[in-house]
């Protein structure tokens, strides 16, 4: 059986405890193609979820890399370059992007658009509450600041805010935008960048969006 289709999750109290041999494996892959220079640090990643985080210190939309470990490996980057005192300008990677602010900040969480081969013609789109065009490659850079209990979106989107009318949910997406059918799969996968022994991911809580629709327009 595909690891995929062996996803367990379980809710409590609006809330999703992770259970799953799969979550593990996937998190596993991912740090060995990252392959972090820091001893005993992981990527801690998760198949299916879009971390909100509290900053955006890198927006996607400008920065794109090859793969999920990619993404992780930047963060990291990120975080030993950007977190020194007269970084500003430095740059932690490759990308003409990715300069450091100046700001004493580093990156614990990161965010990868992957795709959505599930939908004819989106294989090289990520799907979103928004107004922007996710493309397969995206790499945000994030603060999380509860690594133990943090807002992501996912596993899945609900069915009843899957087929509400457009204007009914979370947002409005314009078919100029996203033209196929709202995926039932989140597309995105993150990470929380700490050491490998850290308790994270622990539970998720879902994002404002989606409490906000479900008590709305639900059951979810």
Known sequence: MPCSSARVTMWILGTIVHTSRCTEQFGAQVDVEAALP??????HARD????????AYVWGLNFHVTSTAACCRACAAHARVCSQAGSRGATFWTAPQARCSGRRNACNAWVFCAGTPSTSGAEQRCFSYDVHNHTRGECWLKHEPNP???IA???????AMR?????KQ???VARRIWPWPVPQNISWQSGILAPRAAQVWSTTRQP???ERFCRRHGPC
């Open 38 to 43: 820091e001893q005993g640090l992981s990527c």
């Open 48 to 55: 299916g979820y879009d971390l909100s985080g509290d900053a």
């Open 148 to 150: 133990a209990n943090p």
């Open 153 to 159: 979106a996912g596993p899945i989107l609900p069915l």
């Open 163 to 167: 087929t509400a009318p457009r204007k």
């Open 170 to 172: 979370p947002w409005a």
């Open 208 to 210: 404002g969006w989606y």
